[in-house]
């Protein structure tokens, strides 16, 4: 059972009381097989030791789990299901890591940056182009904090909806099926209807317990700001990304997503 709830500073007791009984029972496998020699048993016992020796502040500060959607920037048909495993620094401030499930073997796809709207307002506007709004992510339903009560969502997708993201992947398992290859790529978040591959949210509704479709209308009242400018700059036709020297391609056809696997889109236009 996977149980998670959103920072105490955000909620207050009784709401998170609440969220308590929306515990969810779903997992996500990784798509990738690793290369590799299987673990030796002395590999074993340095684990084991160290669960329980030495204490890892960074990481227990992850407690707040996030489900959504990303493509490549400049290619938002080339599109991937990204489990967000977050800590909250203050309440303008967000960071995440990203991987390709929520079972123990997850690859780590990546990092996000989740920032206010205020301080968003204060980059330089090269800077700009590189994050994301996150206002239709809210809106349409398909952000979700699985495992937690819909009213304790509703609340923290209040605080997420007026946020930008900036986000890099580092392993693109949709594509890379063994190891992590070429450059880290930027990713940007769905901004209208439409653009999201309607079986990519349908097979992760199904396997996460979630429904896009109901969130959306319980998060009716939540009215997001303008959009700052300079936010989401690949649909002004900027879009950022790293030169390769390697020469890989991330954005080759992708194999049919299995149904515990995380979910992508299932066709790329040329």
Same mark, same amino acid.
């Given at each position: 059972?996977?149980?998670?709830?959103?920072?105490?500073?955000?909620?207050?007791?009784? *709401? =998170?009381?609440?969220? =308590?009984?929306?515990?969810?029972?779903?997992?996500?496998?990784?798509? $990738?097989?690793?290369?590799?020699?299987?673990?030796?048993?002395?590999?074993?016992? &340095?684990?084991?030791?160290?669960?329980?020796?030495?204490?890892?502040?960074?990481?227990?500060?992850?407690?707040?789990?996030?489900?959504?959607?990303?493509?490549?920037?400049?290619?938002?048909?080339?599109?991937?299901?990204?489990?967000?495993?977050?800590?909250?620094?203050?309440?303008?401030?967000?960071?995440? $890591?990203?991987?390709?499930?929520?079972?123990?073997?997850?690859?780590?796809?990546?990092?996000?940056?989740?920032?206010?709207?205020? =301080?968003?307002?204060?980059?330089?506007?090269?800077?700009?182009?590189?994050?994301?709004?996150?206002?239709?992510?809210?809106?349409?339903?398909?952000?979700?904090?699985?495992?937690?009560?819909?009213?304790?969502?509703?609340? &923290?997708?209040?605080? =997420?909806?007026?946020?930008?993201?900036?986000?890099?992947?580092?392993?693109?398992?949709?594509?890379?099926?063994? &190891?992590?290859?070429? *450059?880290?790529?930027?990713?940007?978040?769905?901004?209208?209807?439409?653009?999201?591959?309607?079986?990519?949210?349908?097979?992760?509704?199904?396997?996460?317990? *979630?429904?896009?479709?109901?969130?959306?209308?319980?998060?009716?009242?939540?009215?997001?700001?303008?959009?700052?400018?300079?936010?989401?700059?690949?649909?002004?036709?900027?879009?950022?990304? &790293?030169?390769?020297?390697?020469?890989?391609?991330?954005?080759?056809?992708?194999?049919?997503?299995?149904?515990?696997?995380?979910?992508?889109?299932?066709?790329?236009?040329?």
């Amino acid at each position: 059972m996977r149980c998670t709830t959103p920072h105490g500073r955000w909620l207050s007791m009784g *709401v =998170l009381l609440t969220a =308590l009984t929306g515990c969810a029972m779903s997992n996500t496998e990784s798509p $990738v097989q690793t290369p590799g020699k299987a673990k030796a048993s002395d590999t074993e016992l &340095l684990e084991t030791g160290a669960q329980w020796l030495q204490d890892k502040p960074p990481i227990r500060a992850l407690n707040l789990y996030l489900d959504g959607f990303h493509f490549y920037n400049g290619h938002p048909d080339v599109q991937m299901e990204a489990h967000h495993y977050c800590s909250v620094l203050n309440e303008e401030v967000f960071q995440c $890591v990203i991987y390709d499930g929520n079972s123990a073997d997850a690859k780590l796809m990546g990092v996000e940056y989740i920032i206010s709207k205020r =301080l968003f307002a204060q980059l330089p506007a090269k800077e700009k182009a590189l994050w994301h709004s996150h206002a239709h992510e809210v809106t349409s339903g398909q952000l979700v904090a699985p495992g937690i009560a819909q009213i304790a969502e509703t609340r &923290l997708m209040e605080k =997420l909806a007026n946020t930008y993201g900036k986000t890099w992947h580092t392993w693109h398992t949709d594509q890379d099926k063994q &190891l992590p290859l070429g *450059v880290p790529q930027l990713m940007m978040g769905f901004t209208a209807d439409g653009q999201a591959d309607p079986q990519m949210v349908q097979q992760r509704d199904q396997r996460l317990g *979630v429904d896009t479709a109901k969130n959306k209308t319980a998060r009716a009242a939540i009215k997001s700001a303008p959009i700052e400018q300079g936010a989401d700059a690949w649909q002004q036709g900027n879009a950022v990304q &790293l030169p390769d020297p390697t020469g890989h391609t991330h954005l080759m056809p992708r194999p049919s997503t299995g149904s515990d696997e995380n979910a992508r889109g299932t066709q790329s236009k040329p």
